[in-house]
């Protein structure tokens, strides 16, 4: 996998696990990225979860708002900066044991389930887009690494 196309998928876990669903109102900004991956854990998830509550009555159209911000706040990065943030999230990924990542991934599962449908049909567009930029090498790996279906 080229280093161009691991960062893409390195800001992609950084999206997912940054914000996926949480959204964005007025009085609630995009956390910084790179306060955010300095942040334990525990901090994180206390965050997230305060996120996510303050923003439980935003409208799809915030949550858009938020995942755009989001974005364009890690597009604005540095090469050097996204690529410390990725090995940041892949190095607490590491060290997470597997009842943590397995509690991760349902919550993740849980919230997807819990969007109004046209939210879940943008999300799976994004993530499409993303999928295409990437060479068939890199999908086959990332397909790879999926559980059996």
Not at 112 to 139: D, I, V, Y
């Amino acid at each position: 996998m080229s280093g161009k196309n691991t960062l893409r998928l390195a800001v992609l876990a950084a999206v997912l696990v940054l914000g996926g669903t949480a959204v964005r109102a007025q009085s609630v900004a995009v956390p910084d990225p790179q306060e955010w991956a300095a942040l334990s854990p525990e901090q994180q998830s206390q965050q997230r979860a305060d996120i996510r509550r303050q923003l439980a009555q935003a409208s799809p159209q915030e949550r858009e708002a938020f995942r755009k911000g989001l974005r364009e706040r890690l597009q604005g990065m540095s090469p050097q900066e996204r690529r410390a943030l990725a090995e940041k999230t892949r190095e607490t990924w590491r060290h997470m044991s597997p009842e943590q990542r397995e509690k991760f991934k349902e919550d993740r599962r849980e919230k997807f389930k819990g969007l109004a449908p046209e939210e879940r049909k943008n999300l799976l567009e994004q993530r499409r887009a993303m999928l295409e930029k990437l060479s068939p090498e890199e999908r086959a790996a990332l397909r790879e690494k999926l559980p059996p279906r």
